[in-house]
């Protein structure tokens, strides 16, 4: 149970494909209690039997692009809970038209959409929160390894990840005097509701089957023993980092 007693607030479940789903799953099974975030009345009537899948304490709702929703979010878990032990940022969006054809095509609009959501939206919730992290508390990020290098499609969320890894590094510094770490997991492929309708993902799956190291794809599971890690006190010398839970295909040239 190496997360009895503590209290994880998790953003960014859709379904149960969700790779934050995977997350809570594993929390639950060591003894987290649980949060969840929705995103208006349509994603609420998904994460709420979720929710009481996993005994949670309460949903609310946040869209991770205003900042009256996240301080009154902050507001909510304050007077529910008192502090935080864990925080799960398991939020993107871009326009799907941004995901496909070239990189160069994408507009100001739709680059802007991209990275506040996908980016400054951790910055924004670790400001609100920062008064409510608990000694030793943990946050974490999803991340996706076209941050680092091209690939095809991904194009302006490409970008995005490179700003949310970069945040990640810039705000381990400043919550580290407090004892509170953040990292990100760079995940392998993993076919969610974010993942599908992208063309070529199939392609993307299989390359990872014929070439990464283990030779065969990462699931919601893989990620949530790696976010267990991070959220528990097994990691307490591990912040500002990026964890890959790709099957090693990062590390590969040649
Ligand atoms: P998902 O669709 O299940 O989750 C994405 C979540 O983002 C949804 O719950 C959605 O409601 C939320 N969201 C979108 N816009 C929002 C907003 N404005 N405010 C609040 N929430 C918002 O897909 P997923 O694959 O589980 O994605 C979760 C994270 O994992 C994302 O950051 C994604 O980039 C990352 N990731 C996914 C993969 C993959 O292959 N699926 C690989 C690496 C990293
Ligand atoms: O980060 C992601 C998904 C991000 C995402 C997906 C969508 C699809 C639906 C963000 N916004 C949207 N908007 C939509 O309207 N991944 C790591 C999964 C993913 O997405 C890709 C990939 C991979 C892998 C897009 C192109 C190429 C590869």
Known sequence: MLLKDKKA?????????????????????????????????????????????????FIFDCNVSLDDQIKSAAELVKKEWGQVDILVHSVAFANRDDLQG??????????NLALDVSAYSLTAICQAF??????????MTMTYYGSQKYITNY???GVAKAALEASVRYLAMDL?????????????????????GINGFKTILSTIEEK??????????????AALFL?????????????????GYNTIGI
């Open 9 to 57: 607030l998790i953003f960014g479940v859709a379904n149960n494909k969700s790779i934050a789903y995977g997350v809570a799953d594993v929390f639950k099974k060591n003894g987290a209690s649980l949060a969840f975030s929705y995103v208006g009345e349509s994603l609420k009537k998904r994460v709420e039997p979720i929710s009481q899948e996993f005994g949670g304490d």
């Open 212 to 225: 990464a190291p283990l030779k065969r794809n990462v699931d919601q599971e893989d990620v949530g023993k």
């Open 102 to 111: 070239r990189f160069i095509d994408t507009s100001r609009a739709g680059f």
């Open 155 to 157: 194009n302006v969320m």
């Open 231 to 247: 959220a528990s006190d097994l990691s307490s010398g591990t912040t500002g980092d990026i964890l890959y839970v790709d099957s």
């Open 130 to 139: 920062e008064p409510l992290f608990s000694k030793n508390a943990s946050v």
């Open 176 to 196: 580290g005097s407090k004892g509170i770490r953040i990292n990100a997991i760079s995940a392998g492929p993993i076919k969610t509701l974010a993942a599908s």
